[in-house]
């Protein structure tokens, strides 16, 4: 860790590098988004870490409010139909994760008397939150001094602290170094602080140094590093099951009850990968068959 910053105001030792700087940087951006306003509800966050999944933030903005309006507390989404819920995510991305949702409020309802909790490895056993989510949950409700390891503050943390990229170092030796690095007095401000860093500025190509509050001890910086010149592609949407899946879910989201040859026609896909998206659908519990074989939004 580096030295002591000499502006630190006396009685005051702050050793963690940058941490005055990223606290001031991220000042101006901590009432940004709804679910950083008011009151650290669980539930709220517990929402928006499930949007943030595969959804970008600008897009979580507009559908956040919607969702809040409609399940306005953990009950009232664990007492909705998965349609209802499937038809409020409609626009988000997976499916997957509105159902996992859904199945998580029912079992913070079931098991944990309505109430979101806040212990990590609670968190973790929650249909749907992975090590991540538990983490973000926990610091940003809780106050639980916990690092929240997504893509944005591995890369972070690793530039800052190491001078390297990610895949660089071992996984246990950059958790370690994160979680040394974290604020133990407000861990969830410092996780979305240098989150938002790693989405603003720091990006894996080409990184906005100048302009970042970590330049002055950045390591990577130091060594004249750029990032990376090339990212891996993302395996294109267009044309792939997923968009099929998505598909189906978002006609049946429109409709009533459909038999397969009329979503066929309707959405111009093949009878036969159309039945296999259904039959996915249908195991991971989107979607179910009517008593006379048509399609349907789970009730
Ligand atoms: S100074 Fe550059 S490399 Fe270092 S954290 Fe900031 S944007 Fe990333």
Redesign the pocket.
């Known amino acids: 860790m580096a030295e002591p910053s000499p502006d630190a105001p006396s009685g005051e030792i702050d050793e963690r590098p940058g941490a005055r700087e990223l606290r001031a940087w991220y000042r101006g951006r901590a009432t940004l988004y709804p679910w950083r306003r008011g009151i650290r509800d669980p539930y709220r966050i517990l929402v928006c870490e499930f949007m943030a999944q595969q959804t970008q933030a600008a897009r979580v903005v507009g559908a956040f409010d919607a969702w809040i309006e409609r399940f306005p507390t953990v009950r009232v989404l664990a007492d909705a139909s998965p349609a209802d819920v499937l038809r409020a995510w409609q626009g988000l991305g997976y499916n997957r994760c509105a159902i996992a949702l859904h199945r998580a409020a029912r079992t913070i309802v079931a098991d944990h008397g309505g109430r979101v909790p806040g212990d990590v490895d609670v968190l973790r056993s929650l249909p749907g939150v992975g090590p991540y989510t538990a983490a973000a949950v926990a610091s940003i409700a809780f106050g639980v001094p916990v690092v929240a390891m997504d893509t944005n503050i591995r890369r ?1 943390a690793a ?2 602290l190491r001078g390297a990229e990610p895949d660089e170092l071992s996984p246990a030796r950059l958790r370690a170094d994160a979680q040394a690095w974290l604020d133990p007095s407000d861990p969830g401000a410092w996780n979305q602080a240098v989150m938002d ?1 790693g989405a603003a ?2 990006r894996p190509r080409s ?3 100048g302009e ?1 509050p ?2 002055a001890v ?1 390591a ?2 130091a060594t004249g590093r750029r990032g990376r010149s090339s990212v891996r592609p993302q395996p294109a949407f267009e044309g792939s099951f997923r968009q099929v899946r998505g598909a189906l879910v978002r006609e049946l989201s429109r409709s009533g009850p459909r038999s397969l040859p009329e979503l066929a026609a309707q959405l111009g896909e093949g009878s036969a990968r159309l039945a296999e998206a259904a039959d996915h659908l249908i195991r991971d519990g989107l979607v179910e068959r009517t008593p006379s074989g048509e399609l349907r939004l789970r009730e």
């Open positions: 972070v530039r800052v860093v500025l720091c990184p906005r140094c970042c970590l330049q950045c990577f910086r």
